[in-house]
């Protein structure tokens, strides 16, 4: 009984496969016709057509008697160019994840840039912070300019960080003028927040004059406990008892070991780097000219890597909602300061 059923089953799917088959079939042949019918000398298939041969070969073992307009190997051809198109697509590449810069962030960048050719990237990303405009360093540098030629690192030992609040610095800075005379800039810098306390210039110092620079730069502030200074012997004797009048203990490094006084010789370096390399200096009137104009601008706008990107004296951030974007030259237009005004 149970071979009885099982044959009357077979039979049964037999005659359904037979009658799908045959339902195929008409379809294929009367599409190929329709194909013939639109009036070409050679057959023109349009995607639909493929995508039907395409259908019929996966569901359909007979396909390939039936079709007459083309060859079999040209519908296997379209479906393996499908096959490429869909994982194309399927693989195409996803938007970045990262927000993107806003065009005008760019073109402020580099017109920093173009403006402030002594600057580098943590210093045009220091204005940007003060502009309350948010990104990282790496994204400034991206965004540069490239120049040609060495660009030179400065990297300087934190020293004496212990006493960092309670220490100032003295050094002489040299600068060639015009009619080749050698002047002498006597500079006294605090610490704390970089602050140059007191510069004087002079042709031929003296222990005496250095001295009275000392007094000088403390006429009006009570003078820290520490006075970190090189081994020059215009430092004498008149130096010495002024500086213990004072109260100032003072710390002399090692014989021609400048580094050892890294503040000081950092801000020696910014101010020919950023100021006196750029300009002839014609004499003592035009040095000290120069020196406050350049002084003004480091204590109120030039941001510092030691006071996380801030100037000696505080700048406040500005948001996007306080105004335009203005630019206001210093130092004869070396170097800009960034603000927002509102319109």
């Known amino acids: 009984m149970i071979v009885w059923l099982i044959l009357v089953l077979r039979l049964a799917a037999a005659s359904l496969?037979?009658?799908?088959?045959?339902?195929?079939?008409?379809?294929?042949l009367q599409h190929q016709l329709l194909v013939l019918s639109r009036g070409s000398k050679r057959p023109r298939l349009t995607p639909l057509d493929r995508a039907l041969w395409i259908w019929l070969s996966h569901i359909w073992n007979g396909w390939k008697?039936?079709?007459?307009?083309?060859?079999p190997d040209t519908v296997i051809q379209w479906h393996r160019a499908g096959f490429r198109l869909f994982w194309r697509w399927k693989s195409r590449p996803r938007k970045?994840?990262?927000?993107?810069?806003?065009?005008?962030?760019?073109?402020?960048?580099?017109?920093?840039?173009?403006?402030?050719?002594?600057w580098g990237a943590p210093r045009i990303h220091g204005e940007?912070?003060?502009?309350?405009?948010?990104?990282?360093?790496?994204?400034?540098?991206?965004?540069?300019?490239?120049?040609?030629?060495p660009r030179s690192s400065h990297n300087w030992k934190?020293?004496?960080?212990?006493?960092?609040?309670?220490?100032?610095?003295?050094?002489?800075?040299?600068?060639?003028?015009?009619?080749?005379?050698?002047?002498?800039?006597?500079?006294?810098?605090?610490?704390?927040?970089?602050?140059?306390?007191?510069?004087?210039?002079?042709?031929?110092?003296?222990?005496?004059?250095?001295?009275?620079?000392?007094?000088e730069a403390f006429a009006f502030t009570s003078p820290p406990k520490y006075l970190l200074r090189d081994r020059d012997g215009v430092c004498g004797l008149e130096f010495q008892g002024r500086a213990q009048a004072l109260g100032l203990e003072e710390v002399r490094i090692a014989p021609r070991s400048p580094w050892e006084s890294p503040y000081v010789e950092r801000l020696m370096g910014s101010v020919r780097r950023e100021c006196l390399d750029h300009v002839i200096v014609l004499n003592q009137v035009h040095l000290h000219r120069l020196l406050k104009a350049y002084f003004a601008y480091y204590h109120r706008s030039r941001n510092h890597l030691g006071l996380d990107k801030d100037a000696p004296e505080p700048r406040p951030v500005q948001g996007p909602e306080e105004g335009k974007i203005v630019a206001f030259p210093q130092v004869g237009g070396l170097h800009h300061r960034y603000e927002r005004l509102a319109a």
């Open 158 to 215: 934190a020293f004496l960080r212990n006493h960092l609040g309670s220490m100032v610095s003295v050094d002489f800075l040299t600068v060639p003028s015009m009619t080749f005379k050698v002047l002498y800039v006597f500079l006294v810098l605090s610490h704390d927040r970089r602050r140059v306390l007191h510069f004087n210039i002079v042709e031929r110092p003296s222990a005496l004059w250095t001295a009275q620079q000392l007094r």
């Open 96 to 118: 970045a994840g990262r927000r993107t810069i806003s065009p005008d962030i760019i073109t402020l960048i580099r017109e920093m840039n173009h403006a402030n050719p002594l």
């Open 128 to 149: 940007l912070l003060k502009l309350g405009i948010t990104l990282a360093q790496r994204t400034v540098a991206k965004y540069m300019v490239p120049r040609s030629g």
């Open 65 to 71: 008697v039936s079709l007459r307009i083309l060859q």
């Open 17 to 28: 496969k037979s009658h799908r088959n045959l339902l195929l079939e008409n379809l294929a």
